[in-house]
C-alpha cells in the first residue's frame, strides 16, 4: 500500500472540499443547530411543563407511555431533570447521528461524482495509484472528517448540555455510558453507512448533486430512530447502541466489500 | 527501427456498445521517437492513449508497453508515463504549487526533490509569479501549461500530449514545440502526440498514424505516406495575372498539364518536380509571361490527411 499517495489524495479532497461553501457550510451550520441549539433550547424545557398542550404539559402521563427500562432510569428525578434528562440524553441521540452521515455522505459525493463533474477525475486515473489505493484514500477523505466531526461535536455537546442544565441538573450528568457507546462505537459505523452509501450512488451519478440527492435515502434509518423514541415505540440504552452499533457495521461491511469489487478505474474511464 | 520499441500494438480492438472506437490497431513506437496520431473527433486517439495506460481493458488484441502490459501492471507503467489529457484536468479550487506538489505524491517523486522540481517546472512554464493562486483564475493558456508541467513532473519515459497547443498563443505554441524536439532528441524520451494541428504534427512528428473511425487507415513519414498516396512535389509558378492563359497555354503544350490549379496569378502544377525549374523558365519567358516566382513545394501532412479522407485538397 503506498500511504503517501493515500495521503496525498485525501490531503487533495479535504482541500478541495473546504474551499467549496456549497459543501462546508452544511457541515458547520447543521452541527450547530443540533449541538449548540437544540440542547440550549432544551435549558428551558422545564418551563414548557405548565403549557398545556406540549408532551410536557402531562409528563406524568408521557413517561408512562415510554418503555419500563427508560422509566426505571428517569426514576429518583423531579419532573424538571426528568425533562432535561429525556431530551438532552434521549431524544437528542439519534439526530446526533444525522451528524456523521451528514458530513460522509457529503464529502464522498463531492470527493467521488464532484471529481467526475469537475472532470478532475481523468489526471487522477492515470497516476500510478492502484484501484485499491485510490477507492481507500476516498473512503478516508470523507470516513476521517465524519469522524472528526462526530468526535468534536460529541465534546461539543456535553459542555453545552452541561451547561445549559446546570440550574436544572446541578452537576455534571453527561455523557453517560450510552453516549459514549453512540459516540465511539456508533457513530464511525454510521458515518461509514453514509459514505458506503453515497459511494455506491456516486460510481454511477454524473455530479455530485445528484450523488447526493440520490445518497440521501440513507438518512432514512435514522429518521426511523428518531420517530421511534419520540413515539415511545422503543428508546436508546446501552444494549440498544451496541447492538445498532454492530449492526451498522455489518451493512457498511458489505456495502463497502461490493463498492471495493465493483471500484475500477476501467469501469470509471468508460464514464469519462 | 534498431532497438526494441517502447510501444507494441498488435489488433487492438476497444468496443463501447456497438461503437467500434479503436479497431484492430497495429503499430509499434520506438524510443525518442515523436509518433504523431491524426485523425478527427472520435476517430480513437483518446481511447488508444487510455488503453495503452491501462486505463480501459481492450476487447481483442495485445498491447506492450515499456514491455509491461498496461491493464496487469498499470501502476508499474504509469510511474513511467505522462498523460496530458485533453482537458488540463487541474483541481481549479488548489493552487497551481497545490496541484503539482500533490501530483509530485503520487507519482513517487523523491521527496527531497519534489520542491526543486516544482521551482524548476513553474520557471520554465512562467507560472513561478501565479504558482500561490488557486489555478481556477489561470488563464486557458496558463492551465494548459499547469497541466504540462504536471505531466513532466515524475520525469516519464513516454509522454502522451493530446492537443498539447490547443489553447497556447503562438509564443507558447513555440515554446511547447522546443520542449517536445529537446525531449525526443536530448532525452531520448517518446512521445505520442495527439493532435488535429497538421502543421504541428509535420514539424515534429517523424511518424504519423492516422486513424478514421478506429482504423489505422496509415502509417509511415510524412513523406512517406505522400508517396503511397501518390502526391508528388508540385511547383507554385507566381505569373503576372494577364499573362496566365499564356502561361497555361505553354504548360499544357509543352508539359501536357491540364487544366492546373489558378488563383489570383499563381499555378499550381501538381507532379512536377524541382529540376523541371530552369526549362519552364525558359519556355515560359519565351512566351512573353512575366515571372515573378516559381517556387517547389514538398507534399504537406495537410494534403496527405484530406486526401486519405477522400475530401478535397486544398492549394
Known sequence: MNWRAVRAVVRKDLKVVLQNKGVSMPMIVVPLVILVALPALAAFAPALQSMPGTPFAGLDNFIGGMPAGLRAELAGLDEAQMMVVLV????????????????????????????????????????????????????????LPALGVAWCGFILYSVVANLAAWPTMGKI???????????????????????????????????????????????????????????????????????????????????LWYGGRTFRRQQLATQM | MNSDPVIAVDGLTRRFGDVVAVDGLTLEIYPGEVFGFLGHNGAGKTTTVRLLNGLLAPDGGTVRVLDLEPLNDGPALRRHTGVLTETPSLDERLTGRENLEIYA?????????????????LEGFELAHRADEKAGTYSKGMKQRLALARALLHEPDILFLDEPTSSLDPVGARRVHELITRLSQEQQRTVLLCTHNLAEAQK???????????????????????????????????????????????????????DPAQENGTITVIGAERETIPDLVTLLVGAGVRIYGITPQEPSLEDVYFALHGEEVRG
Open chain 2, 105 to 121: 505524491d503520487l507519482y513517487g517523486v523523491p521527496r527531497t526533490e519534489v520542491a526543486s522540481r516544482i521551482e524548476s517546472l
Open chain 1, 88 to 143: 438532552l440524553v434521549y431524544m437528542l441521540a439519534p439526530m446526533f447521528l444525522i451528524l456523521p452521515l451528514m458530513v460522509a455522505s457529503v464529502i464522498a459525493a463531492d470527493s467521488f461524482a464532484g471529481e467526475k463533474e469537475r472532470k478532475t477525475l481523468e489526471a487522477l486515473l492515470y497516476t500510478p495509484t492502484t484501484d485499491g489505493e485510490l477507492f481507500l484514500a476516498k473512503l478516508l477523505s470523507a470516513w
Open chain 1, 173 to 255: 450528568f453527561f455523557p453517560n455510558l450510552m453516549w459514549l457507546i453512540l459516540a465511539v462505537w456508533v457513530a464511525p459505523a454510521v458515518a461509514g453507512l453514509g459514505l458506503g452509501v453515497t459511494v455506491l450512488v456516486s460510481v454511477r451519478a454524473q455530479g455530485f448533486q445528484e450523488a447526493y440527492q440520490l445518497g440521501a435515502i440513507v438518512v432514512l434509518p435514522i429518521l426511523l430512530l428518531v420517530i421511534g423514541q419520540a413515539t415511545g415505540v422503543m428508546y436508546f440504552n446501552t444494549w440498544l447502541v451496541l447492538l445498532l452499533g454492530l449492526l451498522f457495521w455489518v451493512v457498511d461491511l458489505l456495502i
Open chain 2, 204 to 258: 515534429l512528428c517523424g511518424r504519423v498514424a492516422v486513424l478514421e473511425q478506429g482504423r489505422l487507415v496509415a502509417l509511415g513519414t510524412p513523406a512517406e505516406l505522400a508517396r503511397r498516396l501518390g502526391r508528388s512535389q508540385r511547383l507554385e509558378i507566381d505569373v503576372a495575372p494577364e499573362h496566365v492563359p499564356a502561361a497555361l497555354e505553354v504548360l499544357e503544350a509543352r508539359l501536357g498539364v491540364t
